[in-house]
């Protein structure tokens, strides 16, 4: 029983940068992997970053030294901070965290949109 919530999506210039945030409410400490995916219209739901309780981060090879996925376990938020934005990273950003109990169990978000374009 876990409840994402996404925030910080918006419409930036090519170039910019931009922070989402996830927040996390629920039964968080069987939680072992956070995740951000995207989809844009059309295409299918790629994983963009993803980091363990280990701390090891895995991230995509298109956005490889231009994102940065981070958590604050005071705040049970985990964060995509997004720089030299392109218009190929338009798409909707979903949160995603997976938690172990019995058998693992994977919970979504809503999505937030995020649009980069001049």
């Known amino acids: 029983q876990v409840q994402l919530v996404e925030s910080g999506g918006g419409m930036v210039q090519p170039g910019g940068s931009l922070r989402l945030s996830c927040a996390a409410s629920?039964?968080?400490?069987?939680?072992?992997?956070m995740a951000w995916y995207r989809q844009a219209p059309g295409k299918q739901r790629d994983l963009v970053a993803a980091v363990t309780s280990g701390g090891s981060t895995h991230y995509a090879d298109s956005v490889k030294g231009r994102f940065t996925i981070s958590t604050n376990n005071a705040k049970n938020t985990t964060y995509l901070q997004m720089n030299s934005l392109k218009p190929e990273d338009t798409a909707v950003y979903y949160c995603?965290?997976?938690?172990?109990?019995?058998?693992?169990?994977?919970?979504w978000g809503q999505g937030t949109q995020v649009t980069v374009s001049s």
């Open positions: 995603n965290a997976v938690r172990v109990t019995t058998t693992p169990t994977q919970y």
């Open positions: 629920g039964s968080i400490l069987s939680i072992y992997r």
